[in-house]
């Protein structure tokens, strides 16, 4: 066995190039595997983390709403449960103007006793004065926000808050984690509760608490008897299970799809290799075999190679991967989560799971041409003569065909709940259908490009044309550059439609500005429609996730429809007749999206869990939409508002006819007593497109990878294919081909190969973009899909690019040729 | 006749590892227009080494090689290219052919080479599938004919674009005696016919005795 092993590692060492290839392959898919796998995890924490800053470690939170008979209540009713729970922190929160150095910032102003807050969201304090007793005008400042804005303890700070300046005296510094923590939008002070809850009239009662329980596995009883206690505000938990896979399967769905495509040309160019590697070997294995080693002993030597390669391509996949997944997390935090190192979440299971699939890998991908060379008889590998004509495959070309039309015609017949699944299936088909396909394509191409070189680069044109025919190196580099570029050119095409339909949706809404207040009513719009430049406004009840209990699934978004006024705010394409009829009785219009989804017919009911109980509403219709993806549905706005209980409007959208940005100011300006979140369109699609620009980056990244590891297989392949033509070269050399056509030659074989791999590339991404909406509508988004020219056209130039450049050095080898060896040797 | 190959002290040192192998050794001969010459020699006496020599297949450590009073030292890589398409043709032991072009395609290559149209040499093709007996074989590929219809298609291609020289290493080497002897009658008919320069290497006295003259080395010398 130390022989083998031995001779094993030889081959290993021998063949550098070679290895390194493989290696990298193996190397990447398992780091990739392996992130993509902990990205789950890691986004789950770093949802957690964000939502810290509010919820700190609290479970559960009971809070007023539109509908509560007061923003404030007593603590004492949840007291009645304090043996379920670990702790009961009351607040109360605001939002407020800090006016320092002339300059008004947005602050949050937490009102807390200092006990509650550090058990249920600790902090460090890093400097104070008088600190205790906490009460009075005391004040806390994060440290970063006292050293951007020169602040010091003893201070005095003026706050506008309730519609009052009142001076606050900076007490303590703390460090920015925590309640301190900046969330992006606002700068956060705590201040006692007894203050904010005099100012407020509200001595004794808080808006919030936040409760942590002792044993989760309670925690939906105890939702129940809080919600029993506390009948008219809500109760819920601080982060759902569901908010949390949201989030973490928004970031790693395109991830996976990037390491499907990783995984795919990683076991081409290991197959490939492995055919180069069986071949190289045959003498050696013929001579093992004629001194009675079996056919598996031979197998086995090739076998424990591969194994070896996914070995250590998997050891260092794994160090790879750790680093991958920090890259990532670096590239999708939050900015105002930059100051905190991310911690990565992975687990031993998940760094064996990597290690298992790259040892999979590369012996999975290498068993083919290992099973293959065992099948050669000894006599023919002794006596050379394993060299008949291969017949032309016609079953080939038959089974690519049959694939690549299923892919093309099945996908309008698949039900929705099996949309993942057969969006996969169908991929690969595409994938293996034009793979096999490849052989006869590239013939057909070269018929086409021989007329055209002759004109374009005189007879080495034609020559290069007839030496690709049949030509294996080059055929592996078309059938490399087809599964990178299509798979590429439909992860590319998806983020670019998503980047595009986000901002498509803010172009839907026909108002300029959004706008969110507490207790927004008809009064309200009065006084907006004083505000100049406000031309027209809008009041809207909205529910959210509301769950359909008939079908078990729920509505991400229903807009209270008023029939006169909806489509001159939203551009929407639905029926003016069928908005009319909403205000009929209990009737909803549905997007196409969840049509599809929940295969319903107009005329069917939904039973939704409403406020006031459940309701059935029977669809009347269905409408186009990517609000909240796909997940909208429609009501009339008397339904929504008696069904859940509303009395005020939840958005305001409003028309404006001066520049949406002062108007904007304004509102803010007039509204402040009640903290108003107002935004414009355009400030949304900018901060949409921004939240988007890190995944975009992330996922180029991963583009630009599978592109290097591309380049690096088809310079594999073209350095096997120079090694195998030396002879012919040599030939062409011997009968008058000059260096420099030599050189020309190779590099339009190079381009030919190029421009080939990169059309049928694009036509095995056209129908990947062709199967692709089935993915996106099972994950959850409806997006049309944007096809784009440039993209296309990029997709065939960078397969000509990277065929070109790794072409360079057999081109100049092949100049140097020693033609009296290569031609000696047969 | 006047000589068409000239050496003057040739001399070709190969380095095997640290080892220096000299294998010819200040080589002065003369080949006259319109000879057939055969090389003969034990293996490694360097008679293959002193073809490709000739050919500009490769470089001399020292001395020169003159074919038709043009010295091959001081060509260009694109002037030795053009005398090899055009002043040599070459025939190979293992027939070198192109394995997925027909033979049509081979005999072509180098017209296509010189960067020559192919339709201006269809009638030449045809002739010389004539003179190699295969103009029913002209869309077959190498791998379906037999060893000696390929050495015919390699000498096809040597004589397309009408050298004056056919450079010949080991003909028959890898063909039977019969097959063998067709083509030394073709290699003859070749220099008698059409007045080729022919220079074989060959280590069948059969075969060598189709030339008019045979020269013999040993140890990289001749022993004419």
Redesign the interface.
């Known amino acids: 066995m130390g022989i083998i092993i031995k001779f094993v590692l030889k081959n290993i060492w021998e063949k550098k190039l070679r290895t390194l290839l493989i290696l990298i392959s193996v190397m990447l898919s398992s780091a990739l595997f392996f992130a993509t796998e902990a990205l789950s995890d890691t986004a789950k924490d770093l949802f957690i983390e964000r939502m810290k800053v509010y919820y700190g470690t609290a479970d559960l939170l009971i809070y007023a709403t539109h509908n509560s008979p007061s923003n404030f209540f007593y603590k004492h009713q949840a007291e009645r449960f304090a043996n379920d729970l670990e702790y009961i922190v009351g607040s109360i929160e605001t939002g407020g103007n800090l006016i320092v150095n002339q300059e008004t910032l947005r602050l949050g102003v937490k009102g807390f006793t200092l006990p509650e807050l550090q058990k249920m969201n600790p902090f460090f304090l890093v400097a104070q004065r008088k600190l205790y007793p906490f009460q009075g005008n005391k004040i806390i400042l994060s440290k970063r926000t006292a050293e951007e804005y020169d602040l010091k303890l003893g201070d005095y700070l003026e706050i506008e808050v309730f519609g009052a300046k009142r001076k606050f005296l900076i007490t303590a510094l703390a460090e920015p984690v925590g309640p301190f923590q900046y969330d992006g939008q606002n700068i956060n002070a705590v201040v006692p509760l007894d203050t904010l809850a005099t100012i407020l009239n509200a001595r004794g009662k808080v808006a919030t608490l936040y409760l942590k329980v002792r044993d989760p596995a309670r925690k939906g009883e105890l939702i129940q008897k809080l919600s029993e206690a506390y009948p008219r505000y809500q109760v819920r938990e601080t982060i759902t299970g569901r908010e949390m896979e949201e989030y973490s399967k928004s970031l790693t769905t395109s991830f996976q799809m990037m390491g499907t495509v990783v995984l795919f040309m990683a076991v081409y160019i290991i197959y490939t290799s492995f055919k180069v590697i069986t071949r190289e070997r045959l003498p050696v294995i013929g001579t093992f075999r004629s001194i009675g080693a079996t056919r598996k002993m031979t197998s086995l030597v090739l076998m424990i190679e591969s194994i070896m390669y996914g070995v250590i391509g998997g050891l260092l996949g794994c160090g790879l991967g750790i680093g991958v997944l920090y890259l990532i997390m670096l590239q999708i935090l939050p900015e105002f989560l930059r100051n905190v190192t991310p911690t990565l979440r992975y687990s031993p299971p998940q760094l064996g799971a990597a290690f298992v699939l790259a040892i999979l890998i590369a012996f999975i991908s290498s068993l083919v041409p290992i099973l293959k060379a065992s099948r050669i008889p000894v006599k023919e590998i002794i006596l050379n003569s394993n060299s008949k ?1 291969k017949e032309k495959k016609r079953w080939q070309i038959i089974t690519g065909m049959v694939l690549i039309g299923a892919a093309a015609s099945l996908p309008p017949f698949v039900p929705f709940r099996l949309f993942l699944p057969t969006s996969m299936i169908l991929i690969f088909a595409s994938i293996i259908g034009f793979i096999l396909l490849i052989p006869t394509l590239t013939n057909l191409f070269l018929t086409v490009f021989a007329r055209v070189y002759l004109y374009l680069f ?3 044109g ?2 290069a044309a ?2 690709l ?3 294996k190196g080059i055929l592996n580099n078309i059938s490399l550059l087809a599964i990178g570029i299509s798979s590429l050119l439909m992860i590319n095409t998806i983020s670019i439609s998503v980047a595009q339909e986000v901002t498509n949706f803010y172009r839907d809404g026909k108002f300029q500005i959004w706008l969110w207040t507490w207790q927004a009513d008809r009064g309200t719009e009065a006084l907006l429609r004083k505000i100049d430049g406000v031309e027209a406004t809008y009041g809207i009840y909205t529910a959210n996730y509301v769950e359909i209990t008939n079908l078990k699934d729920r509505i991400n978004l229903v807009h209270g429809v008023n029939q006169y006024k909806y489509l001159d705010y939203w551009a929407i394409n639905v029926d003016p007749t069928l908005l009319a009829e909403l205000d009929t009785g209990r009737k909803i219009l549905i997007s196409n999206t969840l049509r599809e989804r929940w295969q319903v017919q107009k005329g069917d009911f939904l039973v939704l869990k409403m406020t006031r109980g459940e309701r059935k509403y029977q669809i009347i219709g269905f409408f186009d939409s990517l609000m909240w993806n796909g997940s909208f549905a429609l009501m009339a706005d008397r339904y929504l508002k008696l069904d859940m209980n509303r009395q005020y409007y939840d958005d305001l959208f409003i028309k404006t006819n001066k520049d949406p940005a002062i108007v904007s100011t304004t509102i803010k300006e007039q509204l402040k007593r009640r903290s108003p979140y107002v935004s414009t369109m355009a400030e949304l699609e900018a901060e949409n497109i921004q939240a988007n620009a890190s995944m975009f980056r992330v996922m180029r990244g991963f583009s630009l990878l599978a592109l290097v590891i591309g380049t690096f297989g088809v310079f594999n392949n073209l350095i096997i294919s120079f090694l195998e033509r030396q ?2 070269l040599a ?11 030599s050189i020309k030659m190779f590099f339009i074989e190079a381009l030919t190969g190029g421009l080939i791999g990169g059309i049928i590339g694009v036509l095995s991404g056209s129908l990947l973009i062709s199967i692709s909406p089935l993915i996106m509508k099972a994950v959850a988004a409806d997006i049309p899909l944007h096809h784009s020219l440039s993209l296309y056209l990029s997709s065939i130039l960078a397969g000509v690019l990277i065929t070109v450049t790794a072409s360079t050095s057999p081109a100049f080898k092949s100049s140097n040729l020693d ?2 060896t290569a ?2 040797y ?1 | 006749m006047p000589p068409i190959i000239e050496t003057f002290k040739l001399c070709k040192t190969f380095k095997l590892g640290e080892v220096e192998v000299e294998v010819l050794k200040e080589i002065d001969l003369t080949i006259n227009e319109g000879e057939f010459v055969s090389i003969m020699g034990p293996s490694g006496s360097g008679k ?2 002193l073809l ?1 020599l000739m ?1 500009g ?2 470089k001399p450590t020292s001395g020169r090689v003159r074919v038709k009073e043009v010295d091959l030292s001081i060509m260009t ?2 002037e ?7 002043t040599v ?2 025939v ?1 032991q ?1 027939y ?6 027909n033979v049509e ?1 081979n005999i072509m ?8 149209p ?1 339709k201006a040499y269809r009638n030449r093709l045809d002739e010389i599938l004539e003179t190699v007996g295969l103009a029913d074989r002209r869309r077959h ?1 190498p ?2 004919l037999s060893g000696g219809q390929q050495q015919r298609v390699a000498i096809a ?2 004589l397309i ?1 009408e050298p004056d020289i056919i450079l010949a290493d080991e003909p028959i080497g890898n063909l039977d005696t019969k097959t063998g002897m067709g083509i030394m009658a073709l290699l003859q008919k070749i220099n008698q016919v059409q007045g080729k320069t022919i220079v074989q290497v060959t280590h069948s006295m059969e075969a060598a005795a189709y030339g008019q003259r045979i020269i013999n080395m040993r140890d990289g010398k001749v022993e004419e």
């Open positions: 004509p005189g007879n080495e034609i020559l007839k030496n025919r049949d030509n002879r012919s030939l062409l050399r011997s009968i008058g081909m000059s260096k420099n056509q033609i009296v031609l000696k047969e | 293959s080494t490709y050919g297949l490769d890589d694109k030795e290219s053009v005398f090899r398409r055009r043709g070459f190979f293992f070198n052919l192109v394995p997925n072009l395609e290559l180098p017209v296509l080479l010189d960067g020559k192919l590929t791998r379906e291609r040597a674009n």
